[in-house]
Nanobody
Framework: QVQLVESGGGLVQAGGSLRLSCTTS????????MGWYRQAPGKERELVAS???????NYADSAKGRFSISRDHAKNMVSLQMNSLKPEDTAVYYC????????????WGQGTQVTVSS
């Protein structure tokens, strides 16, 4: 089974920036799609941003204009650059891989905490 390892979370003041990275244990296939989700206390997990193999991106309305997702096939990595962070961005952020080559077509990272102080 593929493993996803996230890094880059932490504590930042409102208006600051963080960059999250997720590395997969196997190379990304051409039809794999990757994304970042987040889950705040008492709330359901929600999509933040996703990117297809062709580079097409999709963002939650709350992330548009502030966050940017990118992927590096050579490094088996997907990143999320988060700027102008707000306290409401505080959540555990999870990396997700959608692939027809893995069981259940989905794999998740362990999550990384992002805390934005006001």
């Amino acid at each position: 089974q593929v493993q996803l390892v996230e890094s880059g979370g932490g504590l930042v003041q409102a208006g600051g920036s963080l960059r999250l990275s997720c590395t997969t244990s196997r190379r990304l296939f051409s039809d794999d799609s990757m994304g970042w989700y987040r889950q705040a206390p008492g709330k359901e997990r929600e999509l933040v941003a996703s990117i297809t193999s062709g580079g097409s991106t999709n963002y939650a309305d709350s992330a548009k204009g502030r966050f940017s997702i990118s992927r590096d096939h050579a490094k088996n990595m997907v990143s999320l650059q988060m700027n102008s962070l707000k306290p409401e961005d505080t959540a555990v952020y999870y990396c997700n891989l959608r692939s027809r080559w893995i069981a259940g077509n989905n794999a998740w990272g362990q999550g990384t905490q992002v805390t934005v102080s006001s």
